[in-house]
């Protein structure tokens, strides 16, 4: 039976260069590898994943499509999953939180010296995946933002290469806030009257907060182009 992808998967798979080398950490089931197998668009994955319910699972869904060559299931944390021999050249990671993401990054650093592009689905603390990206020598290539199940899920896209942003640019995205698609404008005005409600809620005292949240909408208005 051909592996379906949800909407946010199958957004993160159409990034992935045809004829990767893919290496799918925290991969879940497996269905995103087992679908770019399936559909002839890679030539080989691991699927990596630190926990024993889902590796079990992705196991048994790549036994069940008769995918055990090109679909390696491995349990192991973050980047372990790799071997030199694999040859990988992209990495996805979708469904964690942006510092997670950038922890699993950071601790094997080496093996990304070979790597060609990086697919990312932080699910939130965008910014400071960002930051950490910036940091560590890699540059954003595209982004896209979607909805699911009433979430907002951003996708960035990475490879190799120098990349500035502003204060702007590492909140809300440098390619997201260019387009300014209908569901970017959706998820910054539902973000704003939050933020508004909370500020109308907190003690006069409490200039900190105040300040804080104050510096978060007048962020937005500025991307928004609203008064």
Do not use: C
């Not at 950490?25 to 269905?31: E, N, V």
């Not at 008769?66 to 944390?77: C, F």
């Not at 021999?85 to 010296?113: E, F, H, N, P, Y």
């Amino acid at each position: 039976m051909e592996t379906k992808l949800s909407k946010r998967l199958a957004a993160v798979a159409a990034y992935v260069p045809e004829k990767a080398r893919l290496a799918d950490l925290g991969s879940d089931h497996a269905y995103l590898p087992l679908f770019l197998v399936e559909n002839d668009l890679i030539d080989f994955a691991v699927a990596g994943e630190v926990v024993q319910g889902p590796y079990q699972s992705a196991l048994t869904n790549v036994a069940q499509a008769g995918e055990e060559e090109q679909v390696q299931v491995r349990l192991a944390n973050g980047l372990a999953a790799i071997e030199k021999d694999d040859q990988i050249d992209t990495i996805t990671i979708a469904g964690m939180g942006g510092r997670l993401i950038a922890d699993i990054l950071v601790a094997d650093l080496d093996k990304l010296s070979s790597i060609k592009r990086l697919v990312l689905q932080p699910n939130n603390r965008e910014d400071e995946l960002r930051d950490w990206l910036s940091d560590h020598g890699f540059r954003i290539v595209a982004e896209e933002m979607l909805t699911e199940n009433k979430k907002f899920y951003e996708i960035l896209v990475v490879e190799p290469g120098q990349m500035k942003l502003s204060k702007l640019e590492r909140r809300f995205g440098p390619y997201l806030m260019q387009e300014k698609s209908s569901v970017f404008i959706e998820k910054w005005q539902t973000e704003l009257k939050k933020i508004s409600h909370s500020l109308a809620r907190i003690p006069a005292d409490h200039q900190d907060d105040i300040l804080a949240l104050q510096e978060k909408i007048t962020a937005i208005k500025e991307v928004l182009h609203v008064s």
